[in-house]
T-cell receptor, first 112, second 112 residues
């Protein structure tokens, strides 16, 4: 099993550009989420989904959009990149919001 | 509101010494509690979790944690550190059925 797959692993953007971070899981998990990790701040929840067609905001949603058209995929869109969005992004999935989270390997984004 | 505090952003121990990583939480309802580990350039993986029942929880790689409701703590311990334990450790809390909230992380260094 592949588990949770994130692409790309590395990306450099210029301020104002848009992009999509892809996330796919093959465990048939209903719950998927996106976190950003910044030094000294742990992981902060950006958006999450409890099933196809259902998404909601986390702690730091501004500047990001998500959609969930299938159980497997949960892409994260940056609408107009800003330097403050320089971070490492993790996608995670679980059978429930409070169950064990399975993480992807991360996507390191730099916004110049 | 739920929150997690990890005492000490960096802990250094000698190989063979006791590992103690501290975690305190606040939650308005009985929580689920988790410890995750992150090795360099990887995603997080579950070490152990507490939901209900026995308050001493055993995890992978010889780690264990004890839920102490009176102290609102869930400290992580390992009797004897190995070089391979060097990593970042995250405590997380979930109000029952809710989303995980992560602490800021503690980086563990192991000296030979």
């Amino acid at each position: 099993n592949a588990g949770v797959t994130q692409t790309p692993k590395f990306q450099v953007l210029k301020t104002g550009q848009s992009m999509t971070l892809q996330c796919a899981q093959d465990m048939n998990h209903e719950y998927m989420s996106w976190y950003r990790q910044d030094p000294g701040m742990g992981l902060r929840l950006i958006h999450y989904s409890v099933g196809a067609g259902i998404t909601d905001q986390g702690e730091v949603p501004n500047g990001y959009n998500v959609s969930r058209s299938t159980t497997e995929d949960f892409p994260l869109r940056l609408l107009s990149a800003a330097p403050s969005q320089t971070s490492v992004y993790f996608c995670a999935s679980s059978y429930s919001p409070s169950g064990e989270l399975f993480f992807g390997e991360g996507s390191r984004l730099t916004v110049l | 509101a739920q929150s997690v505090t990890q005492l000490g952003s960096h802990v250094s121990v000698s190989e063979g010494a006791l590992v103690l990583l501290r975690c305190n939480y606040s939650s308005s309802v009985p929580p689920y509690l988790f410890w995750y580990v992150q090795y360099p350039n990887q995603g997080l993986q579950l070490l152990l979790k507490y939901t209900t029942g026995a308050t001493l929880v055993k995890g992978i790689n010889g780690f264990e944690a004890e839920f102490k409701k009176s102290e609102t703590s869930f400290h992580l311990t390992k009797p004897s550190a190995h070089m391979s334990d060097a990593a970042e450790y995250f405590c997380a809390v979930s109000p029952q059925g809710g989303k995980l909230i992560f602490g800021q992380g503690t980086e563990l260094s192991v000296k030979p």
